[in-house]
């Protein structure tokens, strides 16, 4: 739960609103993929959000049925606290990395949501991960990322990435 709460959050933070992209490119791609897996947290649709995490935070979560809980935990506090995105943009290019057998994506994101009452700015990112033989990329809330903890959880990232900014701030 320590890791798929602010994952989940910070996702649930971004919701519909979304600018348009374009899934031609891999930068579109990633986008659309993390614009999907936030309507699939609005939508409550658990399996798409389950199939967007990353594995090893599904893992770190106890497994998939421990996973599919909390994000239905979290929809129902979301619905409970009427939370409402305003907008989510991409405010700048995803940056494309490689290391340790895998591509990463930063993909940077923009929001405001409401809800009970007060508004809030996000800015953050969601690291996209394309595993070894996989075509299709999961992901990761980039808040909780660091230079120590990335290597845990995906060894031979580069070392030397700076991770973008973040905050949150009431409106």
Known sequence: MKWLCPIVVSVAIFGVGV?????????????????MLIDALYN??????????????????????????????????MKSAGMRVESLT????????????RRFAVVPTLSIISGNGQ?????????????PGSTEWTYVEGSRLTKENVQTLFPGFP?????????????
């Open 119 to 131: 508004r809030s700015e996000s800015l953050n990112f969601q690291l996209g991960v394309l595993d």
């Open 159 to 171: 070392a030397s990435y700076e991770f973008p900014p973040f905050y949150r701030k009431k409106l």
């Open 90 to 101: 991409f405010p700048k290019p995803p940056e494309f990395l490689e290391g340790g057998g």
């Open 19 to 35: 600018e348009a992209v374009q899934p031609n490119t891999d930068a579109g791609r990633v986008q659309q993929d993390v614009k």
């Open 44 to 77: 409550a649709e658990v399996e798409t959000v389950i199939r967007y995490t990353h594995p090893t935070i599904i893992a770190m979560q106890g497994g998939v049925e421990s996973t599919r809980k909390a994000i239905r935990d979290l929809v129902v506090k």
